[in-house]
T-cell receptor, first 116, second 114 residues
Framework: AQKVTQAQTEISVVEKEDVTLDCVYE???????LFWYKQPPSGELVFLIR??????QNEISGRYSWNFQKSTSSFNFTITASQVVDSAVYFC?????????????FGKGTMLLVSP | GAGVSQSPSNKVTEKGKDVELRCDPI?????LYWYRQRLGQGLEFLIY????????KSGLPSDRFSAERTGESVSTLTIQRTQQEDSAVYLC????????????FGPGTRLLVL
């Protein structure tokens, strides 16, 4: 079973639409960290957010917001009023205690296409 | 400050040849990671260095893959006798020492094995 599941392979929206990218994870650890990274067409992964398992507060950063729900093992990412520059592949990742938090397990990514 | 840098940006090689990929981490980052990203796929962990500790090689796919790191600086990933299935983007990341510190990624090396 996948540890990090991003069920949406590709999402297409029109500029200014809101879009939510889903991430479901699986772990036996009680302490873990979740991440979101953005990979634009240039290829370089850009860090967006890190959240530890004890902090379930939702976070907002500009047009980005994250909804962490331990009860459903989900860490979803919403972009409000999407823009063309948001077009990228977005990866959700998990870091677990058993690995000493040393490695990231990535989902397969969701490609977001925002058209004008 | 400067981010993680990798060289070369692109590498085309013939099947059976050896290749070396280089990673320069962010200054002060003691942890360094190598990942492989096949076309349209997520990232696969390859190897992890932390300070002077023995590296975690659990992700290396075969004995053709090896990596070295000199102290807390440059790392080299070597693929011997390359195969076509080795074609991928090889990404390097570095982070501060500590629990689940954020990893910052380089631009990657795109390797094509003909």
């Amino acid at each position: 079973a996948q540890k990090v599941t991003q069920a949406q392979t590709e999402i297409s929206v029109v500029e200014k639409e809101d879009v939510t990218l889903d991430c479901v994870y699986e772990t036996r650890d009680t302490t873990y960290y979740l991440f979101w990274y953005k990979q634009p067409p240039s290829g370089e992964l850009v860090f967006l957010i890190r959240r530890n398992s004890f902090d379930e507060q939702n976070e907002i950063s500009g047009r980005y917001s994250w909804n962490f729900q331990k009860s459903t093992s989900s860490f979803n990412f919403t972009i409000t009023a999407s823009q063309v520059v948001d077009s990228a592949v977005y990866f959700c990742a998990l870091s677990e205690a058993w690995s000493g938090y040393s490695t990231l397990t990535f989902g397969k990514g969701t490609m977001l296409l925002v058209s004008p | 400050g400067a981010g993680v840098s990798q060289s070369p940006s692109n590498k085309v090689t013939e099947k059976g040849k050896d290749v070396e990929l280089r990673c320069d981490p962010i200054s002060g980052h003691t942890a360094l990671y190598w990942y492989r990203q096949r076309l349209g796929q997520g990232l696969e962990f390859l190897i992890y260095f932390q300070g002077n500790s023995a590296p975690d090689k659990s992700g290396l796919p075969s004995d053709r893959f090896s990596a070295e790191r000199t102290g807390e600086s440059v790392s080299t990933l070597t693929i011997q006798r390359t195969q076509q299935e080795d074609s991928a983007v090889y990404l390097c990341a570095s982070s501060l020492e500590g629990m689940a510190e954020t990893q910052y990624f380089g631009p990657g090396t795109r390797l094509l094995v003909l």
